[in-house]
T-cell receptor, first 114, second 113 residues
Framework: DAKTTQPNSMESNEEEPVHLPCNHS???????IHWYRQLPSQGPEYVIH???SNVNNRMASLAIAEDRKSSTLILHRATLRDAAVYYC???????????????FGQGTILTVHP | EPEVTQTPSHQVTQMGQEVILRCVPI?????FYWYRQILGQKVEFLVS????????KSEIFDDQFSVERPDGSNFTLKIRSTKLEDSAMYFC???????????FGSGTRLTVV
């Protein structure tokens, strides 16, 4: 599996935007970039995914570099409930039949201050 | 919003005993997974299940582990003879076909004493 690199931790203030970076320099052409988060004592939660174009949904935005070697998860207005571990994961789509296991790294611990 | 349901939320078992962890995936999902997370460590893949058979498994998923989808709704993980090092949170996940995201359950905390 292609590897991702994320900062160990980041801090933000409530109601401010947060930009969580992820480097994935060995990404292959068919790898999708997925983001999940894990709130304390809960299972991982899907946030967003993309391939080449920037993506928006109700939770966040995903900005993907033109060369796809890095991406940034953007939380537009952080709330205390956004405090979690955020994981950037490359998910292979092998030949259209992907069993698609996710390989989690350590992620970025996001702390949100009131 | 549809959920993946796991039961029990917490199970304590004696070393050497068999445990069965239960999951009800989202009804129209086709791919099913078990992951585990030892306290303070990363989430680790155990096994994926598709079309009523194991499609991929990790080195952790040895002969002591088995999975089953007995009735088209439940998805179970069995550990035949638990060891102390099996103590962890076990997460079930499911997804629909394609490149979409997974939905994870809230987990079962397994404590082996």
């Amino acid at each position: 599996d292609a590897k991702t690199t994320q900062p160990n931790s980041m801090e933000s203030n409530e109601e401010e935007p947060v930009h969580l970076p992820c480097n994935h320099s060995t990404i292959s052409g068919t790898d999708y970039i997925h983001w999940y988060r894990q709130l304390p004592s809960q299972g991982p939660e899907y946030v967003i995914h993309g391939l080449t174009s920037n993506v928006n949904n109700r939770m966040a935005s995903l900005a993907i570099a033109e060369d796809r070697k890095s991406s940034t998860l953007i939380l537009h207005r952080a709330t205390l409930r956004d405090a979690a571990v955020y994981y950037c994961i490359l998910r292979a789509n092998a030949g259209g039949t992907s069993y698609g296991k996710l390989t989690f790294g350590q992620g970025t611990i996001l702390t949100v201050h009131p | 919003e549809p959920e993946v349901t796991q039961t029990p939320s917490h199970q304590v078992t004696q070393m050497g005993q068999e445990v069965i962890l239960r999951c009800v995936p989202i009804s129209n999902h086709l791919y099913f997974y078990w992951y585990r997370q030892i306290l303070g460590q990363k989430v680790e893949f155990l096994v994926s299940f598709y079309n009523n058979e194991i499609s991929e498994k990790s080195e952790i998923f040895d002969d002591q582990f088995s999975v089953e989808r007995p009735d088209g709704s439940n998805f179970t993980l069995k550990i035949r003879s638990t060891k102390l090092e099996d103590s962890a949170m076990y997460f079930c996940a499911s997804r629909i076909t394609g490149i979409y995201g997974y939905t994870f359950g809230s987990g079962t905390r397994l404590t082996v004493v």
